[in-house]
């Protein structure tokens, strides 16, 4: 677990320190408000836009102007009256995550968009963290923990959710607001707001209960310390997939699902964020989230491959052989990635079959003749001899 950037402990600290305002009711943020200078929220606010400074010179936020004007499209469609407030980040991160802090800032991981399978079931994800920010739940929830425990518990709490799974610069989005979790109730109210907005703005309930019915799936697998901060700080259960249901159900009516624009504006990346995925090494969730890309439409080539990874870099009893099954199946769709000859190449040298390792090598060569690694490769095809 990596430490905490300096800069993030101190606005901790900050917030810890700042003048205590009134906690009394809080008010729904309006269209283009923004707090008085003098308040405690106007001290979230500036921390939140030292963190968006961080994260905008990080070099994690994906460029990508047509995915990225698709996403604040979204963000428009379900809040037309905020979507001047809202700033939207896709930040180049595995996991499950978005997050909103209480100056506008989103950030959606693409390890979300990863595993959403189309418009709907992500408008539902942008729709929940927007109920964040109009109810002010980062607000409500800093003056609730303000009121409720001693100075250094609050401390403890904060730093402890914070530095939870983060490693290097995940310190930087973590701390964008989503970095303590909301209580029960404010999820809850979440959930339901962030429904209604995704079905005003005409796409499909139906879709929204499908995304925490996989979570859960993923979550079940998880090893204890897998350090994913969405299932520390939105807790995917039974009970949420089911009253989202009902809600969804109640509702009535077919909405759109937005299959197409999805997977056409993520297709060309969702190769390289499984293999952000892949070097998480939580092998139990990977299969699981294999299999869900697969069942999602994902290219069978890459889906096939990366089962193959997850056995060769877990490499127990069995998986070897497991291994070059999979690359094989990669093989036959004519669409696996280079890499597949080069990691068949090495499970079939750690398996003491140098003719076939070494032809595998050859094969990547040829498919890929200015591959970055091509010295190594030769190498190993010397050594092969
Ligand atoms: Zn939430």
């Known amino acids: 677990m990596a430490s905490l950037r300096p800069w993030a402990l ?39 836009d030292r963190v968006e400074e961080e994260l905008v010179s990080s070099g994690r936020v994906v460029e ?4 990225n004007a698709y996403l604040r499209q979204i963000v428009c469609r379900l809040t037309p009256d905020y979507c001047q407030d809202i700033r939207v980040y896709l930040v180049r991160t595995p996991g499950f995550n978005a997050s909103m ?21 992500l408008a539902y994800v942008l729709g929940h963290e927007l109920a964040h920010y109009i109810e002010r739940h980062s607000l409500k929830h800093w003056r ?6 001693t100075g250094l518990a609050f401390f403890r709490f904060a730093t402890a959710i914070t530095g939870l799974g983060l490693v290097g610069d995940l310190a930087t989005i973590g701390a964008l607001g989503g970095v303590m979790a909301y209580s029960r109730d404010y999820e809850r109210e979440a959930d339901q707001i962030g429904l209604a907005l995704m079905q005003r703005a005409g796409y499909s309930g139906a879709e929204a209960p499908k995304i925490w019915d996989y979570l859960q799936r993923e979550k079940e697998a998880a090893g204890s310390g897998s350090g994913f901060i969405f299932f520390a700080t939105h807790p995917p259960s039974d009970e949420r997939r089911d009253t989202l249901s009902g809600l969804a159900r109640a509702q009535g009516g ?33 299969e699981v989230l294999t299999q869900h890309l697969q069942d999602s439409g994902f290219d069978p080539g890459e889906a096939h491959f990366a ?3 997850v056995h060769r870099l877990r490499d127990e009893e069995g998986d070897a052989a497991k291994a ?62």
Request: proline share 4%; hydrophobic share 40%.
């Open 307 to 309: 089962r193959g990874e």
């Open 64 to 67: 990508d102007p047509d995915l």
């Open 101 to 121: 802090a209480p100056n506008g800032v989103m950030t959606v991981w693409t390890g979300l968009l990863l595993r959403c399978q189309n418009e709907a079931q």
């Open 324 to 385: 070059v099954a999979a690359y094989h199946a990669a093989l036959k769709t004519k669409r696996a990635p280079a890499e597949t000859y080069r990691s068949l190449g090495l499970v079939l040298w750690s398996m003491e079959r140098p003719g076939v390792a070494q032809q595998a090598f050859r094969q990547y060569l040829a498919r890929q003749p200015r591959a970055d690694d091509r010295a190594m490769i030769e190498d190993y095809i010397n050594q092969l001899n």
């Open 10 to 48: 101190s606005a901790l600290l900050g917030l810890l320190l700042s003048a205590c305002a009134s906690a009394g009711s809080v008010q729904d943020i309006q269209p283009g408000e923004r707090p008085d200078l003098e308040s405690d929220e106007a001290g979230l606010w500036m921390k939140m």
């Open 254 to 286: 077919k909405g759109q699902v937005g299959r197409e624009d999805f997977l056409r504006l993520t297709a060309g990346h969702k190769a390289a964020w499984l293999r952000d995925e892949l070097q998480q090494r939580d092998y139990a969730r990977l």
């Open 144 to 149: 609730d923990l303000r009121d409720t425990t």
